[in-house]
């Protein structure tokens, strides 16, 4: 009997100990389940009191929790957002039928119309073409004696130095005009969109013609030719000038005699420029902006407009 107070005492003291272990893990899941809150720029929150009255949070449900948080979370701008390919018309020259479609890309034919933008490239590529050979004479460039006309006082009239003074005729010019270059920058990323912009105002409004073969002129048809195909397709100046965009011929093509052969698109370069009241004929690598926005209508080979789009795709990321 003595030996069995101890054993006892331990038997209690254990099964105490038992209860407080399952009241702790009773706890612990119980703050697992409740939201955990911590500091945060705004506000203070307490973490839920661990007292072992409190009730569990219920979790809902795994598909609910994916479809809540997945309408909760916000939608990035560029995801959804699909731009489907544009569908161009290829045509046949010179009958000018529809052959065929081809597509291109949103972003090389279907941009919004930035005339900021186009305004940059219209003005960037106004500066490179001034000339900038403006030039006066300044005093010392002029030729002539450097003596004093008259004493500086006593005579009553302006103080006057040489002959090459900007005050008499034949002097030299002060603060005129020098050579110098009216070049201004301009990124060719943003001048590259500029050009897909332009083509995009065309195309939205249906004067992006897109030829399936070349544009060229056989020899029975010159200038009176031209005359009568701008007429019967309204494409003459009562209409708006038409702009013929061809892509660049072979060059190093000689005859026997050493003489360079003249290509059929240069015939109708040559022919355009006598029919320049109905428009213009260019190769695709003289064209810029201000062409593409200045004529009625844009008539381009499917090779030079490739080339153009394959050049001017610099700002593109994707």
Not at 40 to 55: D, F, I, R, V
Not at 81 to 95: D, E, G, I, R
Request: contains cysteine.
């Amino acid at each position: 009997m003595a030996h069995a107070a101890p054993a006892t005492q331990n038997l209690v003291a254990f099964s105490r100990s038992f209860r407080r272990l399952q009241v702790s893990e009773a706890l612990q899941n119980t703050q697992c389940l409740a939201p955990r809150l911590t500091r945060s720029y705004a506000t203070h929150t307490k973490l839920p009191g661990a007292s072992p009255t409190n009730e569990a949070v219920a979790l809902p449900s795994t598909s609910r929790t994916t479809k809540s948080a997945a309408a909760s979370k916000p939608e990035p701008p560029s995801a959804g957002k699909f731009h489907p390919p544009v569908l161009t018309t290829l045509y046949s020259w010179p009958s000018m039928e529809p052959t065929s479609y081809k597509s291109y890309r949103y972003h090389h034919l279907n941009l919004p119309i930035r005339k900021d933008i186009l305004h940059r490239a219209v003005v960037f590529e106004g500066d490179a073409t001034r000339q900038g050979t403006a030039s006066t004479k300044h005093r010392t460039q002029v030729h002539g004696s450097a003596r004093k006309l008259r004493p500086q006082k006593g005579t009553g009239r302006a103080r006057l130095s040489d002959k090459k003074s900007p005050m008499l005729r034949g002097g030299g010019v002060a603060h005129g005009p020098h050579p110098r270059d009216f070049a201004t920058d301009l990124p060719s990323k943003v001048y590259d969109l500029a050009y897909r912009t332009a083509l995009s105002y065309r195309y939205k409004k249906g004067e992006l013609i897109v030829l399936r073969n070349e544009v060229k002129l056989d020899s029975n048809q010159g200038p009176r030719w031209l005359h009568n195909f701008f007429e019967s397709h309204g494409w003459g100046k009562g209409n708006g000038r038409t702009l013929l965009v061809a892509q660049a011929p072979a060059s190093g093509r000689f005859d026997k005699n050493g003489n360079e052969l003249l290509d059929t698109k240069d015939h109708l370069i040559e022919a355009m420029e006598q029919v320049g009241e109905h428009g213009e004929a260019q190769y695709v690598h003289d064209v810029d902006v201000k062409d593409l926005l200045a004529f009625g209508r844009i008539v381009i080979e499917g090779k030079a407009l490739d080339q153009i789009l394959r050049e001017r795709s610099k700002d593109m990321t994707i």
